[in-house]
């Protein structure tokens, strides 16, 4: 049960846009597509941003999305706006029915 | 709407044992299955178990497999985390977490505010 590998920092401008990574094996983000993105701002709990790889709950902004090639996940910040400052967290179904999650990417707006 | 509250947490010394709850409501809460995930101080989440809606089936990550036990009591709307042998790595945030899915850990899709276990003597 090894976590899922992200950058630990990924920084960007207001307006820009960025893209997190997080890779996974073929026993996890590779065979399913039950992976998760979650934003976690300072002393709060985490909040689910994608599901199911590409899929926005409601409420959250079209600015953020997700996407999967072979054994890594990706999530995009679209117009980057100083309130997406926060921690993102990736998850991920395993084949031994767990949940692995990301080390964590800090976002920084410039 | 959707209400997870944790409860149970506190100061406990290495070799002890402590039990928290989540109480559910807002949602039918025997329909879903249930998480329990943790945060060190300054460290990312850790996830740490599930139980699936009907109780058939639980899984735990290596961390804490022989130590924790997820259970739940669908009449009572309540998640619970039995912890023992507690070590002062466990000292954590704890979360309880509501899947998406009934039998599959899909998303996390609402979170309690977590309950707070010391680990120290």
């Known amino acids: 049960q090894s976590a899922l590998t992200q950058p630990a920092s990924v920084s960007g401008s207001p307006g820009q846009s960025i893209t997190i990574s997080c890779t996974g094996t073929s026993s996890d983000v590779g065979v399913y597509n039950f992976v998760s993105w979650y934003q976690q701002h300072p002393g709060k709990a985490p909040k689910l941003m994608i599901f199911d790889v590409s899929n926005r709950p409601s409420g959250v902004s079209d600015r953020f999305s997700g996407s999967k090639s072979a054994n890594t996940a990706s999530l995009t910040i679209s117009g980057l706006q100083a309130e997406d400052e926060a921690d993102y967290y990736c998850s991920s179904y395993t084949t031994s029915s767990t949940v692995v999650f990301g080390g964590g990417t800090k976002v920084t707006v410039l | 709407q959707v209400q997870l509250v944790e409860s149970g947490g506190g100061v406990v010394q290495p070799g002890r044992s402590l039990r928290l709850a989540c109480a559910a409501s807002g949602f039918s809460f025997s329909s879903y299955g249930m998480h329990w995930v943790r945060q060190a101080p300054g460290k990312g989440l850790e996830w740490l178990a599930v139980?699936?809606?009907?109780?058939?089936?639980?899984y735990y990550a290596d961390s804490v497999k022989g130590r924790f036990t997820i259970s739940r009591d669908n009449s009572k709307n309540t998640l619970y985390l039995q912890m023992s042998s507690l070590r002062a790595e466990d000292t954590a945030v704890y979360y309880c977490?509501?899947?998406?899915?009934?039998?599959?850990?899909?998303?996390?899709?609402?979170w309690g505010q977590g309950t707070l276990v010391t680990v120290s003597s």
């Open positions: 139980i699936w809606y009907d109780v058939s089936s639980k």
């Open positions: 977490a509501r899947d998406r899915r009934r039998d599959q850990a899909s998303a996390l899709w609402h």
